[in-house]
């Protein structure tokens, strides 16, 4: 059973930072793909960061360079870093797990991210 927590969404003005943090159990987080996605009231969820086994990443357009995914494979966790946010980033945020050994998505509850002054 796979179980993701995320934690660190919050209310931030424009311009602040957060830190999302998500703890996989229940798969080899080594050999698992790491991602995450949002989804605004009325829109549909949308890619913001993925990274790989092997650490690669890749993001939306809308946050590069102001957003880093990166994780720690010792502690089972995966961070997302938001630099310069925007009102336009306050969204639902999921963590998403899809291991290489069983390509199937696993999400977490979600953290809310409200950007507003």
């Known amino acids: 059973q796979v179980q993701l927590v995320e934690s660190g969404g919050g209310l931030v003005q424009p311009g602040g930072s957060l830190r999302l943090s998500c703890t996989a159990s229940?798969?080899?987080?080594?050999?698992?793909?790491m991602a995450w996605y949002r989804q605004a009231p009325g829109k549909q969820r949308e890619l913001v960061a993925k990274?790989?086994?092997?650490?690669?990443?890749n993001y939306a357009d809308t946050v590069k360079g102001r957003f880093t995914i990166s994780r720690d494979n010792a502690k089972n966790t995966v961070y997302l870093q938001m630099n310069s946010l925007k009102p336009e980033d306050t969204a639902l945020y999921y963590c998403?797990?899809?291991?290489?050994?069983?390509?199937?998505?696993?999400w977490g509850q979600g953290t809310q991210v409200t950007v507003s002054s």
């Open positions: 998403n797990a899809r291991p290489t050994y069983r390509p199937v998505d696993s």
């Open positions: 229940g798969v080899v987080f080594s050999a698992t793909s």
């Open positions: 990274i790989l086994i092997g650490g690669s990443t």
